[in-house]
């Protein structure tokens, strides 16, 4: 049997925001992913971009053990956290931003930000 490598990721937590508590993910000591509400699912997309396969420890800085492990970034890596005031929180299948939407969201934000 061959032994899967095991690749690590570290979150930390940054300022909470209007959708929730955000992290930044680390991989091999570099930033890879700077904000996320979903950490572990957008480090696995990131990962598999890369080229890896395998599973994946999600450590926190201050773990002692990982706060979570992926058995199969491929897989992990198609599904997103989806949270809607409707509905309770659930995996749901990921689908990319397009461009008018991620201009829609940068648009809210600003204007969040100006009546702040």
């Keep these: 049997m061959t032994k899967t490598h095991t690749y690590r990721i570290t979150i930390a937590p940054l300022k909470a925001d209007n959708r929730g508590q955000p992290y930044s993910v680390a991989f091999e000591g ?4 700077t904000k996320s509400h979903a950490p572990s699912h957008d480090a696995c997309r990131y990962l598999v971009g890369l080229g890896l396969t395998g599973p994946l420890e999600v450590w926190s800085d201050e773990g002692v053990s990982p706060r979570l492990i992926v058995k199969d970034i491929v897989e992990a890596a198609k599904w997103t956290v989806c949270e809607k005031a409707s509905r309770s929180v659930r995996f749901s299948r990921y689908t990319p931003f397009t461009e008018s939407a ?15």
């Design 30 to 33: 570099q930033t890879i992913i």
């Design 102 to 116: 991620m201009y829609r969201e940068l648009q809210q934000s600003e204007q969040i930000a100006h009546a702040v």
